[in-house]
């Protein structure tokens, strides 16, 4: 059984019906690489797996199946049980998620407290722990810091840190390293990979860089005007796929010094 099946889901905002006929799955400890143009509807698309759409946005028509279970069938409760242990989500300025009124270590404390009974000491020092593994430098001080005095970079990764913190069966990303220089957006690259091979976690990874959809996916799915125009495995997409518009997509990565790297 796959983890997660998307099937034939239309959403909506208000009467317009945004994203068509949606239809995907993922397997457990595959990584899924959504891309497509900025409006595309691929943070729409995620976004529902979690039933976080924003704007009143619903879904429609078709089902998604997690497990075997319907999640639009889902209570309060469950939505809260679910979120809370098995499906994370990253976003794209998880700094902007914050509070920004609150210490990052009292944020990141409550957040763990709610998922362990463990004292605040130890809260405290597992927090410090993932900010280490996201190659943070002083964590601690950055555990005694407001969001705002981080900069973009720092902010993201203790949003991923976040994400992370109790190997989620299913983590969702949306642009997560979209706002971090090359060297750190690499090692987040691969902290999600380590994730997934360390623990199974299935990923779906939102990102407009073709590089990073094509080095971390097993497969791709491209999205153009909210309906899915083509999707397969890595191979098949990057070497097979005759589709126009994956053509072009893959014309338009540059290349590096005469190498391409997708
Ligand atoms: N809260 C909202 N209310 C109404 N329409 C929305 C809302 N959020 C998104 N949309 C519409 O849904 C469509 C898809 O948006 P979405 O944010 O899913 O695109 P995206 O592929 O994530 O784009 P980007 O790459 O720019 O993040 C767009 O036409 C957008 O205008
Ligand atoms: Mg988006």
Redesign the pocket.
Known sequence: MALLEIKNVDIS?GKRV?VKNVSMTLEKGEICSIV?E???????VIRAVLGLI??G?KVTAGDIIYEGRSLLKLTPAEWRELRGHDVSMIFQDSGAMMNQTRLIGNTYVEYIQTHEKISKKEAWDKGVHMLERMRLPDCDRIMRSYPFQLSGGQRQRVGIAMGMTYQPRLLLAD?PTSALDVTTQAQIVRQFMDLRDEYGTSIII?T?DLGVASYMGDKIVV?RN?EIVDQGDRDYMLHVSDNSYTTMLLDAVPSLGGRRYV
């Open positions: 905002y945004t497509g900025s409006g595309s509807g691929k943070t729409t924003a704007g946005g642009e939102v407009h999205m909210g």
